[in-house]
């Protein structure tokens, strides 16, 4: 750890859901809460995503490592406005090192990636959080077809990074059934009875500090039905994972809660 640990901010751990590639065209309510939110934290040195849009393989758990990471733009079919946006901010090489060796302290197979850039699961929400680019950005990747039990481990691993000032967060989306889309297309409309049974039942999982309960989201009713796969909601795990409570409840916050197209959840969630 740094020498001047002591004297450091010790940041929170978050889980956004960051919706559509859009979110930063929108007027919505998520979009006006992430233009605030920099203004309930303290300004981090660095920030560690853990994004939805980059798995790999199990077991390996990819590092971004770029000094200047390349914005992605991985979607399609969006206005070119989108295409042209860039998240310039710098990367940060030192960081990466470490986490990848403390990652390997837990077994795990952590790897640098030196030219992989910044996904929108990064840097569609941290646009409109810290406009200015000016915070270092590392990202993790989620190796695939682990048990959610693994994803808690690794935000358990990277928890020490909080207490040296550095934001972690995962992104992801609280609910994320696309075909939804063939109920309900407009904003504004009622919300799917599915979609707020599982945010409901989320909301006191977070709240509760139930492990057991985040840990079998697959299981509780409508667990299947919001999230037929699993990336969009085990960047939850990482960033409850990576909260202060190893032996006790860790009890979360919901600081956003709102829907798009009465499906698509912007739950968001903050542990301390």
């Not at 939110?37 to 560690?48: F, H, M, V």
């Amino acid at each position: 750890m740094n020498p001047d640990q002591a004297s450091k901010t010790v940041q929170p751990s978050l889980f956004l859901s960051h919706g559509s590639p859009d979110l930063i065209l929108s007027d919505s309510p998520a979009k006006h809460f992430y233009q605030q939110l920099a203004t309930q934290l303290a300004r981090p040195d660095a920030i560690i995503v853990a994004s939805a849009h980059w798995e790999t393989p199990a077991p390996i758990i990819g590092i971004t490592a770029s000094p200047e990471p390349e914005t992605i733009h991985d979607f399609y079919g969006f206005p070119d406005a989108l295409y042209r946006m860039i998240y310039p901010a710098p990367g940060a090489p030192e960081l990466a090192d470490r986490v990848q060796k403390q990652l390997q302290k837990w077994d795990f197979d952590a790897r640098l990636h030196e030219t992989r850039g910044i996904d929108h699961g990064a840097w569609s929400p941290l646009k409109l959080i810290y406009p200015e680019a000016d915070i270092p950005v590392i990202q993790i990747s989620l190796p695939r077809g682990v048990t959610s039990s693994t994803y808690w481990q690794i935000g358990q691993a990277l928890q020490a990074f909080r207490r040296e000032n550095i934001l972690i967060i995962g992104s992801g989306a609280a609910t994320h059934n696309l075909s939804y889309f063939n109920r309900r297309r407009q904003p504004g409309q009622t919300v799917l009875t599915e979609a707020q049974g599982f945010i409901d039942w989320l909301n006191q999982a977070v709240t509760s500090g139930d492990k057991d309960a985040l840990l079998s989201y697959d299981k509780v009713p409508y667990g299947l039905e919001n999230h037929p796969t699993p990336e969009h909601f085990v960047p939850l795990l990482v960033a409850a994972g990576a909260s202060s409570g190893n032996q006790k409840p860790n009890r979360g916050e919901v600081i956003h809660d709102s829907f798009e197209y009465g499906f698509l959840s912007m739950a968001c969630y903050r542990w301390e």
